[in-house]
Nanobody, 121 residues
Framework: QVQLMESGGGLVQPGGSLRLSCVTS????????MGWYRQAPGKQRELVAK???????NYADSVKGRFTISRHNFEKTVALEMNSLRPEDTAAYFC???????????????WGQGTQVTVSS
């Protein structure tokens, strides 16, 4: 089994910064894409940013220039640096990873349980 655990959420004022981290554990042969998604109350879960094993990144238009995703392949972790936070960034943030659990297997999606980010004065 594979586990993902997020940390770093909290309450921050508009214009502030937070750094989210996600650590993985369990039976992992290889991790392909890793990413962060968010879900605000009453809204669908949406992609925030993702990063391939080779380091290619993709961001939602709403966070470009403010958020930065990074990963450490050896440690199997992914982080999201969030700057210039806005009230509309308030949501539960979920870590995602496409994991290959054994040689010859196809990758499967795994999710963390989420960490709350609240941007409010």
């Amino acid at each position: 089994q594979v586990q993902l655990m997020e940390s770093g959420g909290g309450l921050v004022q508009p214009g502030g910064s937070l750094r989210l981290s996600c650590v993985t554990s369990g039976s992992i042969f290889r991790i392909n894409d890793m990413g962060w998604y968010r879900q605000a109350p009453g809204k669908q879960r949406e992609l925030v940013a993702k990063i391939t094993a080779g380091g290619r990144t993709n961001y939602a238009d709403s966070v470009k220039g403010r958020f930065t995703i990074s990963r450490h392949n050896f440690e199997k972790t992914v982080a999201l640096e969030m700057n210039s936070l806005r009230p509309e960034d308030t949501a539960a943030y979920f870590c995602h990873a496409q994991v290959v659990t054994a040689w010859g297997e196809v990758s499967r999606p795994f999710w963390g349980q989420g960490t709350q980010v609240t941007v409010s004065s």
